[in-house]
């Protein structure tokens, strides 16, 4: 006898978590979970196309600075005159950004096509210079103090609504030098969610010297590459850093540490004069 199981489309919600029907392997019982929705955002700037990215549905405009930025397309908040963003159907979106002309044509200039994924960066870079460019080195910064650490896992957690609801996905969340959160944001990609706090940022001009990122993921060597942009003081992951990510943090000025589960927190680039003795570098042979 063949079991049939009869399961229903998606209920969806406007803050990116949609409800779908599943069925335990063993049993006939429908049952339904939330699930983080990702939609395909196409980017363009007056007109011309330039990017496709995987995102989550939220908090699109801090997106579309927080990328804008980080792809060294403006600096400032006020260089993009509008934008409009356009829900196509239920997976795919459309954005477009109006640049001034200076800036238009510096686009136009550097254009390049580009296919975004939630694991890769580098889609569309056809060139070394390209990969690795050159990003300027940060003002030098004090690490964080030291009793900032002890339950900052716990308090990242504590500003994920979407990761607490259904999970599987990326948080980034922004701290003054006293510990206070002022803004967390949340993507299923790492660099999506990296990229909606700069943007926040940005809109706000806020300038981030002297301030700290925490995020959830692992560290590569793309999230270096924005907090420089930005100029991010200090980045916190509580996944280890590829050996390029500690290089250029290290070769930019940027502050990098690890905050594993387990043990004191791994500052893998710090200025020399400015660390402090409660918060130690591994040596070298030390597990990331």
């Not at 001034?100 to 044509?105: A, T």
């Not at 806020?206 to 991010?232: F, N, P, T, W």
């Amino acid at each position: 006898m063949t079991t049939v199981f009869e399961l229903h489309g998606n209920t969806p919600s406007p803050d990116g978590i949609a409800r779908y029907e599943f069925h335990p392997l063993t049993q006939t019982r429908a049952d339904s979970a939330e699930l983080i929705e990702e939609v395909a955002l196409a980017i363009s700037y007056n007109g011309l196309s330039h990017s496709v990215m995987m995102v989550t549905p939220v908090d699109m405009d801090d997106f579309l600075f927080g990328f804008s930025r980080s792809e060294g397309i403006i600096e400032r908040a006020d260089e993009v005159r509008d934008w409009d963003i356009t829900q196509i159907d239920d997976q795919r979106w459309h954005a477009d950004l109006t640049l001034s002309p200076r800036l238009l044509s510096r686009f136009k200039q550097g254009r390049q096509r580009l296919r975004g994924a939630t694991g890769c960066g580098l889609c569309g870079i056809d060139s070394l210079q390209e990969a690795l460019p050159d990003l300027p080195h940060l003002r030098s910064c004090p690490l964080p103090p030291a009793e900032l650490f002890p339950g900052l896992r716990d308090r990242l957690q504590q500003h994920q609504p979407l990761g607490n609801r259904a999970g599987a996905i990326h948080a980034a969340m922004l701290l003054d030098r006293t510990g206070n959160v002022l803004v967390s944001r949340e993507d299923i990609g790492r660099h999506n969610a990296l990229d909606k706090l700069l943007g926040h940022a940005l809109r706000q001009r806020l300038a981030l010297y002297d301030h700290i990122v925490v995020m959830s993921s692992r560290c590569s060597m793309e999230l270096i590459q924005k907090a420089v942009r930005a100029g991010v003081s200090t980045l916190v992951n509580l996944a280890s850093p590829s050996q390029l990510a500690v290089e250029l943090a290290r070769r930019h000025g940027l502050n990098l540490i690890h905050l594993p589960r387990q043990g004191s927190p791994r500052v893998y680039a710090s200025h020399p004069e400015t660390s402090h003795p409660e918060v130690r570098s591994p040596s070298a042979h030390q597990a990331g």
